[in-house]
């Protein structure tokens, strides 16, 4: 049987950072070694901003990166969008803006 966590937050990088945290260690978190290599593949369907919920959102995926990162990993984030380019997705929703502090 999976285990499932429902929580309540909004899309403010602070408050997901916390939960997704939480949420990580609590689904096994621990497990995860440093120097492991680790894909992300966010949804990148086609060029929208973060709030039409088209793509996941850049901070979702930021968090999750950043639990990764604090874990030793190397990351990789990755995608094929449906429609447009990858660069036209980064932009417009917003990751280009979002990871300019992250070596992802």
């Known amino acids: 049987m999976s285990d499932v966590i429902v929580k309540k937050a909004i899309y403010d990088h602070i408050t997901l950072k916390k939960i997704i945290f939480e949420m990580m260690d609590a689904l096994g978190g621990g497990e995860i070694n440093s120097g492991v290599r680790v894909l992300i593949k966010p949804n ?3 060029p929208a ?3 039409s ?3 996941t959102h850049p901070f979702v995926t930021k968090a999750v990166a950043e639990y990764l990162l604090h874990k030793g990993c190397k990351l990789q984030i ?3 969008p449906a429609m447009g380019s990858c660069q036209r997705v980064l932009k417009v929703g917003e990751y280009q ?3 300019s502090d ?3």
């Open 97 to 99: 803006k979002v990871f």
């Open 44 to 46: 990148f369907l086609c």
């Open 78 to 80: 990755s995608d094929s």
């Open 102 to 104: 992250l070596d992802v």
């Open 53 to 55: 919920g088209i793509l």
């Open 49 to 51: 901003k973060p709030e």
